[in-house]
């Protein structure tokens, strides 16, 4: 709750000492071994994990405007991701990803939509280069800014321009998923939850769920995968 507190009374979320050090305490806080069950704790300390989802979600958006700003006034942007100051974060997280779709039958696919790429597509781009190297990609995102920057990084490299694109729309507007397909969603357990937001099984209506996974290391997000069903 100091966390919070603290965070809330900045004037400001964009890149800088004081926000980065409190997030920084606040995701080594999170990360710990935890037993808390989230869905147990008062009303007001879930309005306050809320409002730190949130209030967290904007600062990410900022630092993640700020570096892939910086990435399109450098040559060769796609060298300098490393860069980022939790890329590894993002490797790690994107190599799970890889390895429990490949454990449910889905190696390769040929086509990908990531749904909120933002400024800085990282996952999309480290899985095109690192685990999907055949697969087409469509990075969505509501914010048609966010996707002008991505798309003058990606540019960059011809190869996987020719494998990337980027639409603007809210996938609110989404009304159906094609039977067989897979859905990768990213969620939170324990005190990770007060980062991100936890997805349960039953949130996902019309799907079943193959696998959920909650990591113990670096990586805050579990990961659930889900598969439409062709017919139902």
Do not use: W
């Not at 100091?2 to 997030?23: G, R």
């Not at 730190?52 to 942007?77: D, Q, Y």
């Not at 996952?123 to 800014?145: K, L, R």
């Not at 190869?159 to 980027?166: Q, V």
């Amino acid at each position: 709750m100091q966390i919070h507190a603290s965070v809330s009374k900045l004037e400001s979320l964009m890149p800088s000492k004081p926000i980065n050090t409190l997030l920084t305490q606040l995701v080594k806080l999170c990360s710990l071994p935890s037993s808390i069950e989230i869905s147990t704790l008062p009303n007001e300390v879930q309005l306050m994990r809320q409002s730190l989802i949130k209030l967290c979600g904007i600062a990410e958006g900022f630092l993640e405007l700020e570096f892939s700003t910086f990435l399109t006034n450098v040559p060769r942007p796609l060298d300098h991701l490393d860069l980022f100051p939790y890329y590894n974060n993002y490797v790690l997280l994107a190599g799970l990803e890889h390895s429990i779709l490949v454990e449910n039958g889905v190696e390769q696919p040929k086509k990908v939509a990531f749904i909120g790429s933002g400024p800085l597509p990282l996952t999309a781009i480290i899985m095109a280069t690192h685990h999907m190297q055949a697969t087409y990609f469509v990075n969505i995102d509501i914010d048609e800014s966010a996707n002008h920057v991505a798309s003058q990084i990606v540019a960059t490299d011809l190869e996987l321009e020719r494998r990337m694109k980027f639409e603007t729309c809210d996938v609110m507007d989404v009304k159906e998923m094609l039977g067989s397909g897979a859905l990768l969603v990213r969620s939170a357990n324990g005190a990770r939850a007060f980062l991100y937001p936890v997805v349960e099984e039953e949130d996902l209506e019309g799907f079943e769920v193959l696998s959920v996974f909650h990591p113990t290391n670096e990586v805050i997000n579990s990961i659930v995968l889900a598969r439409k069903p062709i017919f139902g």
